[in-house]
């Protein structure tokens, strides 16, 4: 069975300051794929990053990158320079299989981040 | 943006009612997903569709149906609407982008309150 992890419920950061929203996984399966949304207030699932098992360097795009530590089996997301914006839960998963074989995600119970000015 | 909407999204229904969500794409993906999210809990998969006519059961799919008569509409039918199916349900494709890389785009969500 897959398990995905978040042990913060929550983060106070200062704004302008780089954050690092844990997230930790379980699964025996050797291709998966780790993803990071943002849900804001407003209730939308926003993805931000992806990075499957086999890439080699770690994925980034724009202010967001992925800590990504196979061994560890942990992918944290990094966000540099936070803004007020980025206040919102902040969501775990993986792509893995179902028991047919097909794709299914493993989400986490999220981290909620508020940006403080 | 990949196209998805769901309706309606929002609901407040009675006890034993029969309720139908709708979720409809216009990129002719593959997979569909239906999730719902509880506080605590995460999202968690309800049932998903590999096909037209093609569905399986996620981890809490009592009390939950599903039907795919056509590529653009996933429904999901709750037969007989009990209070611990207050939740929002969320609708999701999953698409892929180059190479090994995926994403799952969601729909916008629907709130439904079981009175």
């Known amino acids: 069975a897959q398990k995905i992890t978040q042990t913060q419920p929550g983060m106070f950061v200062q704004e302008k300051e780089a954050v690092t929203l844990d997230c930790t996984y379980d699964t025996s399966d050797q291709s998966y794929g780790l993803f990071w949304y943002k849900q804001p207030s407003s209730g939308e699932m926003i993805f931000l990053i992806y990075q499957g098992s086999y890439d080699e360097q770690n994925a980034t795009e724009g202010r967001y990158s992925l800590n990504f530590q196979k061994a560890r089996k942990s992918a944290n997301l990094v966000i540099s320079a936070s803004q007020l914006g980025d206040s919102a839960m902040y969501v775990c998963?993986?792509?893995?299989?179902?028991?047919?074989?097909?794709?299914?995600?493993?989400f986490g119970t999220g981290t909620r981040l508020t940006i403080i000015p | 943006d990949a196209g998805i909407t769901q309706s309606p999204r929002h609901k407040v229904t009675e006890t034993g009612t029969p309720v139908t969500l709708r979720c409809h794409q216009t990129e002719n993906h593959r997979y569909m997903y239906w999730y719902r999210q509880d506080p605590g809990h995460g999202l968690r998969l309800i049932h998903y569709?590999?096909?037209?006519?093609?569905?399986d059961k996620g981890e809490v799919s009592d009390g939950y149906s599903v039907s795919r008569s056509k590529t653009e509409d996933f429904l999901l039918t709750l037969e007989s609407a009990t209070s611990s199916q207050t939740s929002v349900y969320f609708c999701a494709i999953s698409d892929r982008r180059s190479g090994n890389s995926y994403e799952q785009y969601f729909g916008p969500g629907t709130r439904l309150t079981v009175t």
């Open positions: 569709s590999y096909g037209v006519k093609d569905t």
């Open positions: 998963a993986m792509r893995g299989r179902t028991n047919f074989g097909n794709e299914k995600l493993t």
